[in-house]
């Protein structure tokens, strides 16, 4: 307009066809190029399938180029970042940035764009088991038995297989018989009661620290009073400070990714080398 270049800013919805691939194995890729200041390299980004399964959603801030593959397993929409560096420009200077970067080149997360993680967006139930799954390299091989109650999962929903997983195992149960509410946002205390459960399910042993007091401990949900205390024990989970805990609020992604490193790196570096090679 007026011979000056029309500039986009804030975000947009791209779609991109699905072709022929398996959507739950399908994972996409911003590209950027080599300049003087950066390398070349690939961002692995959060996608989203359109309600009549016809193309991927990605939430974008500017256009470029981008590389659709399909990975060798199930990948749930969480692959490993192929670049050194993490361009996410809202975790600057957030408490949970050191904790993001290492979710991030670990395979657990992806951001919501190219250039955003969104921290402090919630977390979904969904999300959760997926990033559970991510870790233990589920695939459809290990669930023993394929019956699904829950009606709001369906075979063709990216969680399908973690939620039939952990459910299979006794990490999740539904809300209801057969309602499993996968795009709820998830409470605190639900993500350490269901992180604890995985604990008991692998019969992994914790550390056990002091005791830490929060003073909202009354306000805990009876089903989640040991977990959040073992885990604040064992320095997977702490508080929001002045001794507050927050069982009933939502858990954030940043929150969720600094627990889920911890725990990883605490207590499961054996599986390192399997977890960041996952592709």
Known sequence: LNDKEAKQTGFCNLYIPVGDEDVNKTVIYSYTEETANTNAGLTAL????????????????????????????????????????????????????????????RGMFSGVSETEFAPDETSTRAMLITVLSRIEGISADNIKNKENRFTDIKEDDWFYVPVLWAAENGIVSGVAENQFDPNTDITREQMATILYRYITYKGIALSDGEFVEFVDGEEFSEFAKEAINTLAKSKILSGKGNGIFDPKGTATRAELATMFVKFVEGYMTETEETIENAA
Request: proline share 0%; glycine share 2%; hydrophobic share 40%.
């Open 46 to 105: 959060e996608i989203e399938l359109s309600e009549d399964k016809k193309y991927y959603i990605l939430r974008v801030s500017k256009m470029g180029t981008f590389v659709v593959a399909e990975a060798n397993e199930n990948v749930n929409n969480f692959t490993q970042s192929t670049s050194d560096t993490i361009r996410f420009v809202d975790i600057e200077s957030h408490w949970a940035m050191e904790y993001i970067k290492k979710a991030v080149k």
